[in-house]
């Protein structure tokens, strides 16, 4: 990317010429994030119309998709399948951890994607993560799981929650220890969301993570913090850009992000309304695709 480019994508007046000349040269990642879609979003309407749901994402806007879970009744293969039907590709995966029963559907999932990128989704809390001792077992299997990703050709990404953020544990967040002791081949997804709930602020934590921030999931709405998250009953989410994040403060620190992957985990209105509002939102503040 040429600088005249880069400074058109980032709104230099936003970022400043002197942070825009110290990214655009060898540092920056060459090309801007992708818009993904985390098909977590739409999986109401995949339990009762796979294709149909795949083609208004695609007719959205979106040309990457992020897997989740599928209905009981729709293999790996067929998912692949419609996906592809749909002309959509495959950014990553959220999976299970590599662990038992689960090993061999780990490896199947990125063979049946042609996608390189497996994430562990994070849920539900890990109650391992309320000490330093849990925590660090908890980076041990994350290291172990790595190591088998990498036997396998395959990258290995973490996905967090709020508690990653709200658990301190020897004197800090979890966060600061799985950024320290996490093998530097483990990228993370950072969930800017429950970033904000937790209650940090989400720009400041992309930077932080610098290189390792590759993915961010891209969310809006109240983000904050209340008991019914543990239930898995979060307030409505929002399109993006109508809620309480600071969405242009996140995409111009996205400076290594491969891709902005659009969740909502909840929404009160019509979720295709919201996804395509949040498609063009990205794509037309700030020129992405």
Same mark, same amino acid.
């Given at each position: 990317?040429?600088?005249?480019?880069?400074?058109?994508?980032?709104?230099?007046?936003?970022?400043?010429?002197?942070?825009?000349?110290?990214?655009?040269?060898?540092?920056?990642?060459?090309?801007?994030?992708?818009?993904?879609?985390?098909?977590?979003?739409?999986?109401?309407?995949?339990?009762?119309?796979?294709?149909?749901?795949?083609?208004?994402?695609? #007719?959205?806007?979106?040309?990457? @998709?992020?897997? &989740?879970?599928?209905?009981? =009744?729709?293999?790996? *293969?067929?998912?692949?399948?419609?996906?592809?039907?749909?002309?959509?590709?495959?950014?990553?995966?959220?999976?299970?951890?590599?662990?038992?029963?689960?090993?061999?559907?780990?490896?199947?999932?990125?063979?049946?994607?042609?996608?390189?990128?497996?994430?562990?989704?994070?849920?539900?809390?890990?109650?391992?993560?309320?000490?330093?001792?849990?925590?660090?077992?908890?980076?041990?299997?994350?290291?172990?799981?790595?190591?088998?990703?990498?036997?396998?050709?395959?990258?290995?990404?973490?996905?967090?929650?709020?508690?990653?953020?709200?658990?301190?544990?020897?004197?800090?967040?979890?966060?600061?220890?799985?950024?320290?002791?996490?093998?530097?081949?483990?990228?993370? #997804?950072?969930?800017?969301?429950? @970033?904000?709930? &937790?209650?940090?602020?989400? =720009?400041?934590?992309? *930077?932080?993570?610098?290189?390792?921030?590759?993915?961010?999931?891209?969310?809006?709405?109240?983000?904050?913090?209340?008991?019914?998250?543990?239930?898995?009953?979060?307030?409505?989410?929002?399109?993006?850009?109508?809620?309480?994040?600071?969405?242009?403060?996140?995409?111009?620190?996205?400076?290594?992000?491969?891709?902005?992957?659009?969740?909502?985990?909840?929404?009160?209105?019509?979720?295709?309304?919201?996804?395509?509002?949040?498609?063009?939102?990205?794509?037309?503040?700030?020129?992405?695709?």
């Amino acid at each position: 990317m040429d600088r005249k480019t880069f400074l058109k994508w980032t709104g230099a007046g936003l970022l400043g010429t002197a942070v825009a000349d110290r990214i655009s040269g060898a540092m920056f990642k060459a090309e801007p994030p992708r818009i993904g879609l985390q098909l977590y979003t739409v999986r109401d309407a995949i339990k009762q119309d796979l294709q149909g749901t795949l083609n208004k994402v695609a #007719e959205s806007g979106y040309k990457y @998709v992020e897997t &989740a879970f599928w209905p009981e =009744a729709v293999t790996l *293969n067929d998912a692949a399948a419609a996906i592809r039907k749909a002309g959509l590709l495959v950014s990553s995966c959220h999976v299970e951890l590599p662990l038992g029963d689960d090993e061999k559907a780990f490896s199947e999932t990125a063979e049946a994607f042609g996608c390189k990128k497996l994430i562990w989704h994070g849920w539900p809390e890990d109650k391992r993560y309320s000490s330093l001792e849990g925590t660090r077992e908890l980076i041990g299997i994350y290291n172990k799981t790595a190591d088998y990703a990498r036997s396998k050709g395959i990258e290995f990404g973490l996905h967090n929650h709020w508690w990653e953020y709200r658990n301190q544990v020897g004197g800090k967040p979890v966060f600061e220890w799985l950024l320290k002791e996490t093998d530097p081949s483990i990228f993370f #997804e950072i969930d800017t969301y429950w @970033v904000k709930v &937790a209650g940090f602020t989400p =720009a400041d934590i992309v *930077n932080r993570f610098g290189r390792r921030a590759r993915f961010l999931h891209m969310k809006d709405g109240p983000a904050r913090y209340n008991e019914k998250l543990a239930v898995d009953n979060p307030d409505p989410m929002t399109a993006l850009g109508r809620g309480t994040q600071d969405i242009p403060a996140i995409v111009h620190a996205a400076l290594f992000a491969e891709f902005l992957v659009v969740e909502m985990d909840k929404t009160a209105g019509d979720v295709f309304i919201a996804i395509k509002e949040s498609y063009d939102y990205l794509h037309q503040q700030f020129h992405l695709v």
